[in-house]
């Protein structure tokens, strides 16, 4: 499986904006897929993560009521869309997926792929 994001860019903080993520190769084995980002200077942190048929979806704290996740299985894709950003989303975000259902939020040791992340920056 190979998984390409897309989608970074520079915003104003209040501002919008979408982050998606490519499946390819293996798709059928993915299960759970979701967002994690890398702030600079800080560890990797999960963002959202959403099972396969769409339902459950899970949030960080920070971003819930701000992001949504969503993915399409037969595109084999995935997006998280962004709103309200503030210049602490500021990060590079990473696309995973899972060869597990867990049906809880992913952490690390639960990720079989990783995307090759993008860069989201927000201005103050």
């Known amino acids: 499986v190979q998984l390409q994001a897309s989608g970074g860019g520079l915003v104003q903080a209040g501002g919008s904006l979408s982050v998606s993520c490519a499946a390819s190769g293996r798709t059928d084995s993915i299960y759970d897929m979701g967002w994690f980002r890398q702030p600079p200077g800080k560890d990797r942190e999960f963002v959202a993560s959403?099972?396969?048929?769409?339902?459950?979806?899970f949030y960080a704290n920070s971003v819930k009521g701000r992001f949504t996740i969503s993915r399409d299985n037969a595109e084999n894709t995935m997006a998280l869309q962004m709103n309200s950003l503030k210049p602490e989303d500021t990060a590079v975000y990473y696309c995973?997926?899972?060869?597990?259902?867990?049906?809880?939020?992913?952490?690390?040791?639960?990720?079989?792929?990783w995307g090759q992340g993008t860069l989201v920056t927000v201005s103050s």
């Open positions: 995973a997926a899972s060869l597990i259902g867990s049906r809880a939020p992913l952490y690390e040791k639960m990720i079989d792929y």
């Open positions: 959403i099972s396969w048929s769409g339902a459950p979806t």
